[in-house]
């Protein structure tokens, strides 16, 4: 069968979308082994398989479109679901564990969040 160009262009990108997505997905896996503390763990569970699962979702939905003239709706909606939540619930279980007293590991830099409550608390 021959294919034209729109057709390889499509295929083209469509295995980028994925091989990027398993890359991040990949390199989130590593880094929640890897990193010391949850700050960073959180950083990598959140950032890098928020990008990972958005692009292998991206992917699917392009080759849904491109092979099978489907346009699904429900790979939209948990795309954007996955970018507005991840991040929130990451940012919100690192506040969580900084108020339970969870000290990140810092060599050489400072709490710029602790800093931030003790300013707050000396100006209430």
């Known amino acids: 069968m021959i294919e034209t160009g729109i057709d390889i262009t499509l295929n083209i990108s469509v295995s980028l979308f994925i091989l990027i997505g398993t890359f991040f997905v990949l390199s989130s896996s590593l880094g929640i082994a890897r990193f010391p503390d949850i700050y960073t763990r959180l950083h990598a569970a959140t950032k890098a398989s928020t990008l990972g699962i958005s692009s292998m979702l991206i992917g699917t939905f392009l080759f849904l479109y491109a092979e099978h003239d489907i346009v699904s709706g429900k790979l939209l909606l948990a795309i954007v679901f996955i970018l507005l939540t ?22 050489n830099r400072s709490d710029a969040y602790e800093d931030a409550l003790q300013k707050h608390r000396k100006n209430s």
């Open 86 to 107: 991840a991040p929130v619930s990451g940012h919100m279980i690192s506040r969580a564990a900084h108020k339970s007293g969870v000290k990140p590991v810092t060599a």
